[in-house]
């Protein structure tokens, strides 16, 4: 299995994200912005434009894959699209309206089946490695749940993807972003319960491959 999981956008280590994708040999990325599906549409789209232009400025070649495509569709659809992709992105927003999209389209699953097939590297930041925990719970003190039924006119979920045993928790200690003291508050609520958690700064990101584990 292999994650490039980031506090904020690439992180100070891009090439830590490159190095991923060294066995590969093709540089194509699918983006997925679901988790700002609540924006409006013209904000929506200039922030999608952002992840294309600071991925494509890494030596990628990204494109977006919208999930709402996929809903109500054969999940085998969405799995088929996912498998031309050597590496996904995943960006931040709301974790709940992510999470949702994620469900609904089946990329959920896709996305588990092709990790533990080690047939794609999982990157993103903020909610995109929020979403890998084992739930949700606390995180709605950062992200609004309600946000769901405003995008989709459904209940949010509170279960995550299970693909880390911990929860990513960003924006620690980082004077520049607006949520870094409300997730403070989260990280103080997950140790106070004991639950398994990991900080990031912005600028940090938490690297995988294989069993190897590393902050950088």
């Not at 620690?172 to 990991?198: C, F, K, M, N, W």
Request: one cysteine or more.
């Amino acid at each position: 299995m292999r994650m490039y999981l980031s506090s904020w956008r690439t992180g100070d280590h891009p090439e830590q994200l490159l190095a991923l994708l060294d066995s590969i040999g093709t540089n194509q990325v699918a983006v997925i912005a679901n988790a700002i599906d609540a924006l409006p549409a013209a904000e929506r789209r200039a922030a999608v434009e952002r992840e294309i232009h600071a991925l494509t400025a890494l030596g990628l070649r990204p494109v977006e894959l919208d999930l709402r495509t996929f809903f109500g569709q054969s999940p085998d659809q969405v799995a088929a699209v996912l498998e031309r992709f050597p590496m996904v992105w995943v960006r931040g927003g709301n974790v709940f309206v992510l999470r949702h999209a994620l469900a609904r389209s089946g990329a959920d699953q896709a996305l588990i089946k092709l990790l533990q097939q080690d047939a794609v590297v999982y990157a993103g930041y903020s909610a995109g490695a929020c979403v890998l925990a084992p739930e949700l719970h606390g995180l709605d003190r950062c992200d609004d749940p309600n946000a769901v039924a405003a995008a989709y006119n459904a209940p949010a979920r509170f279960d995550g993807l299970a693909l880390l045993d911990y929860v990513v928790v960003p924006h620690i200690d980082s004077p520049g972003h607006p949520e870094t003291e409300i997730l403070t508050t989260v990280a103080d609520h997950y140790r106070t319960q004991g639950v398994a958690h990991r900080t990031l700064r912005d600028g940090q990101a938490i690297v995988i491959s294989g069993k190897d584990t590393r902050i950088h």
